[in-house]
Every structure is written in structure tokens, then in C-alpha cells.
């Protein structure tokens, strides 16, 4: 017992010192554990298979699909609208929004779906996303404890109710307290987050070198020299390659991109495809041309091949308004700087091969401070100069790998990275609708944990990511491996009787001053221990011990397990006692002793708060 309380006081003082990564203290705490033969193998890694943790790292990959595919931008435009211009409306509005989600979800689940949303009308605000994204996890929390089902310590009281043959406590019995939880978290919460939380972390600022894509796009002028050519049914060139029709030579004209409808017409798939123009690409009726080159050409080529020339006002889609310009979804640009002793220097473009060996467009060349973007092909290619390229994401990854030639600038993977699916959102909507539904209905016979993991499994395959390694990059590893190792501590106190030991000295200790100091002894014993271990764990360990101190005094036991619950839920002052905790920890970039500064105060004031309310809603 006093091994296992020692490796858990110096894990708690090097998760406040901030000195090691939090995954690293929790790591060596279950090596100690381990060492000191406290817990077997199967039960220190037990937590690595915990349903919880498992949850965590596909609600990231769920979290990132709703990102990655603009669904979040949307939502939090709609709500941004709410909020208008005032940082208190924003705030105030999170705070509700999720308290009410999180009333009928989980609030893990909660929190992912809100989090990327949060993020987004931060950075559309300039409100700092620490100052919103602590509280929002708090609100979950506060939401859940408005209903049976927003959190498990809930349920954990009331089968230790309904076990002891007391009467089972209704849907909305939590109701009550829940509200008051909610306004005491606000007004808590809008001093502290705004003196603690308001800073920006250092590394939150971008020090990456290179341009964004719409940069390159407005420098090189590309819209101005882009049109876009409707294949009608009759056109001659219907059923040729590009390398017939040798548009650079006939006409000086590149053809860059070809997009085309598919004959899905449902609404949440991609009705349009985008395809660089390879020289065998073959050209179908209704195809979209998309050209680069001067007016005059442009006209001439589609004059002659029977061609539509489109106005901004037209587009490829039947239903929707997208202007002339690139995309990014699946064909991407990047610049190349030739370096001095390059072996193409003084080639022409077009012999270079660009498009044979990389299968790349060039599409302008910057050579000091002039931009050459007709005629490339004839160009000869000069020592200094920076090349415009465009592609595949794929093919523009590969130039990074072959740079005897030149250095590509910036990093245009990560550019790639930010360009949102947007055509894709409403696959991403159905799949969050469909995991939230499958979470709230107990008819459906489907685990939490399971509809979680669905939902993941299907962002992946409806193409919500470009890839399954960019689904990979949005679980943050150094969360779940914390959450992981430091669920077994509990398991730990558990299996030694030190949390039995505390619990039961510290609630007998207070049963003879009544019933109001017992249950305030029995909500800062469940309040101290889940700063320690997991909340659920927590109350399945105080329910019974605060059940049978209520019925030796002679007293109801409701308000001794509302205060377990309370208690288990509201624990504000370490990252890892809740999962929502956990979650926003590296979204916004948060110490342990951020926590500690806002969660802590919070988590007292809730606490004196509910020693008064609780017998006012629920009689002894």
C-alpha cells in the first residue's frame, strides 16, 4: 500500500513540475508499478484495451475527419453568427452548446464533436482557443450531469441504489443539479479563463518558412489566366487524348486540369472528379477543360473544336456556385528553386520532363522579380529561378525526395494538409449523426465504444481524409498512451486497499458531527481521489462506502450518491481524471498546472456549493 501511494505522489509531482512529458511520467509510474510487482503484466497493460481509451483514439480520428472535411468551419460559421462580434455571447454560447449536447452524449463524445468546432471559431474570432476549449470540456462534463445517461459516475449510483432495493432515480432526476452546476461554472469560469487562459503558448505561432496556396495562386496570377472549357456532346475532340490534340503547338496553351461528373447523383457523394491532364487522358463529353494561356488563344481553341467557353458564373456542378479557379482537393502546386549547379539549367521546360518523369504541369517560372507564364515550354530554365509546379499531392510529395536538381520550397504536404474536403461534408455529417444516435438510444444494440469506432472506420472509407495515414496523424498519441498508463493506478490503490483505507477513515472520521459533515467528508474524499484515478472508478469505490454511512446514521442515502457523482464528475484539477480533460489538453497546448490554476479553484467553489444545494434538492 505505501509503495503504490509513493509512486503516485511522485507521478502527480512531475506531472506539476512540468519537467517531463505527462506520457513519460505516466509511463515510468506503471513501470514502478510493474517493478514493485504491485500489478501483474496483463494488469498494468490493461488500460492500453480500456474501452475508454480505445474511444478516445477513434473519437480523433472522428474529430479529424469533421475537420478535415470543412464540416467544423461550417458549424461554428453558424454559430459564430449567434455570437456576433462579443467574446462573452461566443463563451457563453460554447458553454450552453455543450452543456446541452452533453446532457444526452457522452461527454468524451461530447467534446469531440465540439472541439474541432471550437477551434475553428477561435481562429475565425481571434479569441485564443486556451481560453475556450478548458471550459468546454468542463461544460461536458456539467452537461452530463443533467440526465441518467451523461455520464457514467451516474449510473454508477444508481445501481448502487437500485442493488440495495432503494427506488431507481428517473431520466431527468439529475436535472436540478446539473443547472446549478452549469451557472456555477460560468461564473467561475469567466474570470479564471480570461486572467489564465487568454496567453498564447509560444510554439503556437507558425514558423514555417513557404507560402499557402492561395499566396501562390494571387503571386503568379493564376485566375487571371485561367479559363475553363465545356466538352458539349458534338465536339470534335469527344473520345481524344491529349497528346492528339497538341494544344501547346497549335494553340500555346496548357491544359492543366480535366474535371468530370460522375453519374452518382446522390447528394453526400462527389459528384465531380478532379484529374491532372495527362497526355493519354482521354476527353468525354461534358468534361471541364480547365486551360491556361491569353484570351485570344483560349477563344481560338474553342472555336475550333466546337468547345463552350465558360464565365465565372457557370459551373461544372448542376446545383451550387463555385468560382473560376483551381482546387486543391486532389492536385496540388508547389514551388522548386533550381539550384546553381543543377544539370537543367539552360534546358528548355519542355525538355526537362516534367510532365513524362514526375508527371507534373509547370506553370510559371518567377526569375527575380519577373513572372513568366506564357510560352513556358520554350523557356530555358536559369540558375536561381523558381519553378511553379503542379500535380498530384502525391507526385508534388516526390519532388522532396529528388533534389539534386533543386530545393522545394516551403512544405507543401502541409499546405495540402489544411485544404478542406468540402465536397465531403456532408458524408462527414451523416457519419457524426449516425455515431451520436447509435451513443444516445439504448434500443440500439450497439456499444459506445463500437459506434465510435464505426464512425472512425467510416470516415476513412467514404474518403472524409486523403488517406488512411492522415487519419493516422489526427489521434494525438501522447494523450491516449497518458490516459492508458495511468488507468491502472487505479487498479492499483484498488488491489492494495489504499483507496478503501482513506475513503473509509476519512468518512467514519466525520460520521458523529451529522449527516451535512458526512456527506461534505464523502464529496472531498470522491473529489480528491479522482484527481488521482479515472471518475468512474472513483464512484464505483465511494458509492457503496457513502450508501452504508448514510443508512448507519439513520439518513436517506440520495444526496450521499448525488455527492459521489457531483463529486466523480466535477474534478476540474488534473488533465488525466476525465477523458474531455484529457482531450483539449493538447489542443490547447495545456499544462498540469493550467489545470490546476482554473479547474482547482472551480472545483472548490463547486464543492461548498453543492454541500448546501444537495439536501435542499434532496432532503436527508
Given amino acids: 500500500m505505501l509503495t503504490t501511494i509513493i509512486i503516485l505522489i511522485v507521478a502527480v509531482a512531475f506531472f506539476v513540475s512540468g519537467k517531463l512529458r505527462s506520457d513519460v511520467v505516466a509511463l515510468c509510474a506503471l513501470v514502478g508499478l510493474l517493478v514493485f510487482q504491485i500489478l501483474t503484466p496483463e494488469e498494468a497493460l490493461s488500460g492500453f484495451s480500456n474501452s475508454v481509451v480505445i474511444m478516445m483514439a477513434g473519437l480523433f480520428v472522428v474529430g479529424g475527419g469533421i475537420v478535415q472535411t470543412g464540416l467544423a468551419k461550417m458549424m461554428s460559421s453558424r454559430l459564430l453568427k449567434l455570437a456576433g462580434n462579443s467574446e462573452l455571447k461566443l463563451f457563453l454560447l460554447i458553454m450552453f452548446a455543450t452543456a446541452g449536447i452533453g446532457a444526452f452524449v457522452s461527454n468524451t463524445g461530447t467534446v469531440a464533436l465540439m472541439l474541432p468546432i471550437v477551434v475553428g471559431m477561435a481562429a475565425s474570432t481571434g479569441v485564443g482557443a486556451r481560453r475556450l476549449l478548458m471550459p468546454m470540456a468542463f461544460a461536458s462534463s456539467m452537461g452530463g450531469m443533467m440526465t441518467l445517461i451523461g455520464t457514467p459516475p451516474n449510473l454508477v449510483i444508481q445501481n448502487a441504489l437500485t442493488s440495495e432495493g432503494f427506488a431507481p432515480l428517473s431520466f431527468f432526476s439529475f436535472l436540478p443539479v446539473g443547472i446549478v452546476c452549469l451557472a456555477v461554472g460560468i461564473v467561475v469560469l469567466l474570470p479564471l479563463s480570461k486572467f489564465y487562459l487568454s496567453g498564447r503558448r509560444r510554439h503556437d505561432e507558425d514558423s514555417r518558412s513557404g507560402k499557402s496556396l492561395g499566396q501562390l495562386v494571387k503571386e503568379y496570377g493564376l485566375s487571371s489566366n485561367l479559363f475553363r472549357l465545356r466538352v458539349p456532346s458534338g ?101 522548386i528553386l533550381i539550384t546553381p549547379n543543377s544539370g537543367i539549367i539552360n534546358q528548355k521546360v519542355k525538355d526537362v520532363g516534367f510532365r513524362d518523369k514526375y508527371n507534373l504541369n509547370v506553370l510559371g517560372v518567377r526569375r527575380k522579380k519577373d513572372y513568366i507564364l506564357q510560352d513556358i515550354g520554350r523557356e530555358r530554365i536559369h540558375g536561381g529561378d523558381v519553378l511553379l509546379v503542379q500535380g498530384t499531392w502525391h507526385d508534388v510529395g516526390r519532388l522532396s525526395k529528388e533534389e539534386a536538381d533543386w530545393v522545394v520550397l516551403g512544405q507543401p504536404l ?51 481524409f486523403r488517406n488512411v495515414e492522415a487519419a493516422y496523424k489526427t489521434i494525438n498519441w501522447e494523450t491516449i498512451v497518458l490516459f492508458a498508463a495511468m488507468l491502472p493506478m487505479s487498479l492499483a490503490l484498488e488491489k492494495t486497499g489504499a483507496s478503501e483505507y482513506i475513503s473509509g477513515t476519512l468518512v467514519s472520521g466525520l460520521g458523529a458531527y451529522g449527516p451535512f459533515a458526512l456527506m461534505a467528508g464523502v464529496y472531498f474524499t470522491t473529489s480528491l481521489m479522482t484527481m488521482f484515478i479515472s471518475n468512474t472508478v472513483t464512484a464505483v469505490l465511494m458509492a457503496p462506502i457513502a450508501l452504508q454511512s448514510a443508512v448507519q446514521i439513520g439518513v436517506s442515502p440520495v444526496p450521499f450518491l448525488f455527492a459521489v457523482t457531483v463529486a466523480a464528475s466535477m474534478c476540474f484539477a488534473s488533465p488525466f481524471s476525465t477523458p474531455p480533460n484529457a482531450l483539449v489538453m493538447p489542443a490547447g497546448q495545456y499544462t498540469f498546472m493550467d489545470y490546476v490554476k482554473v479547474g482547482l479553484p472551480l472545483q472548490v467553489v463547486m464543492g461548498g456549493v453543492m454541500v448546501f444545494v444537495l439536501p435542499l434538492l434532496f432532503p436527508f
Avoid: W
Fill in 235 to 335: 465536339a470534335n475532340v469527344v473520345g481524344e487524348t491529349i497528346s492528339k490534340l497538341d494544344v501547346y503547338r497549335r494553340f500555346g496553351l496548357n491544359i492543366l486540369e480535366l474535371r468530370r461528373s460522375t453519374s452518382s447523383q446522390h447528394r453526400f457523394l462527389k459528384t465531380v472528379t478532379q484529374k491532372l491532364a495527362s497526355p493519354d487522358s482521354v476527353i468525354n463529353s461534358g468534361d471541364v477543360l480547365y486551360v491556361s494561356g491569353n484570351a485570344e488563344d483560349v477563344s481560338r481553341f474553342a472555336q475550333e473544336c466546337n468547345m463552350e467557353l465558360m464565365d465565372g458564373h457557370t459551373t461544372e456542378e448542376t446545383v451550387g456556385k463555385v468560382d473560376n479557379k483551381l482546387a486543391f482537393y486532389d492536385i496540388g502546386i508547389a514551388e
Fill in 414 to 464: 502541409d499546405e495540402a494538409a489544411k485544404v478542406t474536403l468540402d465536397y465531403k461534408a456532408p458524408v462527414a455529417a451523416a457519419i457524426l449523426v449516425m455515431m451520436v444516435v447509435m451513443m444516445v438510444f439504448d434500443f440500439i444494440p450497439v456499444a459506445p465504444v463500437t459506434a465510435v469506432i464505426i464512425a472512425g472506420i467510416l470516415m476513412v472509407l467514404t474518403g472524409c
